[in-house]
């Protein structure tokens, strides 16, 4: 805690403006909730016009003034012009969390070139496209913090995720590259290491099986989780207001796994 810091502020993200992108639904919503509950103004964006009424709902309802924007990630044009609606409708973005992302889940040999293309450049590629819009704002107020949502697979692989693993391999290693090019700017660029989130994105790997039993991936994760559950997106809430505020301005170039202990974990015995 430096000495402008209280107990009382270090935590709190009043007056910061917040951009966490393909918030509509999934862990992102659930990030920028917490980051507006912590005091920010959060903007968010998705590709789909009718996730972003839903999302938009959905903030009302839990009391967050969010914005939405229709945007593609991978679109350095879409992303320039988001940045400069959010710089207009909000003031310079202080806190960036690189959420939006996709998984094919396809044996190499059966992905093709353009599948594992769209994974890499949602994943890998835009990180790098936000980051690199957002970065002159923060440069010239003196501050940032930068957000990048790794994944299990920053560390581990696994049969049919071949594209999703090298990109979030190659995010944990933009994230180091962003920290070390910036952290004299002030701007720390950390990422989130989230375990096995129940999320739109892996239901299909929670689906109850037609003999009413659980799905083998299911159960495997069971056994390899210490906290024997999967995680929720209320569960990346606090480390990521942390991340996002003052009381993580020593912390740079880290991914903090939030993953109820997997990567701790040999797997309970069968
Ligand atoms: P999700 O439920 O599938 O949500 C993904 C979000 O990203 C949606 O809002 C989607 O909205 C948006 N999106 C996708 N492609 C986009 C693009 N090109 N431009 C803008 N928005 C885009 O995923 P999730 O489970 O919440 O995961 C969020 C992040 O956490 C991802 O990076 C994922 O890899 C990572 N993660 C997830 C888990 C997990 O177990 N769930 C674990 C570790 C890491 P539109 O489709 O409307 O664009
Ligand atoms: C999968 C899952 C994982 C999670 C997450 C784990 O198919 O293995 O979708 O990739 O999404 O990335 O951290």
């Not at 599948?115 to 890998?124: G, H, N, P, T, W």
């Not at 594209?163 to 190659?170: E, I, L, Q, R, W």
């Not at 660029?189 to 790997?205: E, F, H, K, S, V």
Request: some cysteine; hydrophobic content about 40%.
């Amino acid at each position: 805690m430096t000495s402008s810091m209280t107990f009382e502020t270090m935590f709190s993200l009043k007056g910061r403006v917040a951009l966490v992108t393909g918030a509509a639904y999934g862990i992102g919503f659930a990030i920028a909730r917490a980051l507006a509950k912590a005091g920010a103004k959060v903007a968010f964006n998705c590709r789909s016009r009718q996730h972003l009424e839903m999302a938009l709902e959905e903030y009302r309802k839990e009391g967050v003034d969010a914005r939405g924007y229709i945007a593609d990630v991978t679109e350095e044009t879409q992303v320039k012009d988001l940045i400069a609606k959010i710089e207009r409708d909000l003031g310079t973005i202080d806190i960036l969390v690189n959420n939006a992302g996709i998984i094919k889940r396809i044996p190499m040999t059966e992905m093709s070139v353009e599948e594992y293309r769209q994974v890499v450049d949602i994943d890998l590629v835009a990180p790098f496209i936000v980051a690199k819009a957002v970065l002159p704002g923060m440069i010239r107020q003196g501050h940032g913090k930068i957000i990048n949502i790794c994944s299990m697979m920053s560390e581990l692989g696994r049969e049919t995720v071949s594209a999703y693993a090298a990109a979030k391999g190659g995010l944990k290693m933009l994230t180091r590259n962003i920290c070390a090019e910036y952290g004299g700017a002030n701007i720390q660029c950390n990422g989130i290491g989230p375990g096995y989130i129940a999320t739109p994105q892996t239901a299909p790997l929670r689906e109850i099986q037609p003999d009413g039993s659980r799905h083998p991936f299911d159960q495997f994760i069971l056994a390899k989780t210490p906290a024997a559950r999967w995680g929720t997106p209320e569960d990346l809430e606090g480390p990521a207001i942390f991340l996002a505020s003052d009381a993580s301005d020593f912390v740079n170039g880290h991914i903090l796994y939030v993953d109820g202990g997997i990567l701790a974990y040999i797997g309970k015995q069968p």
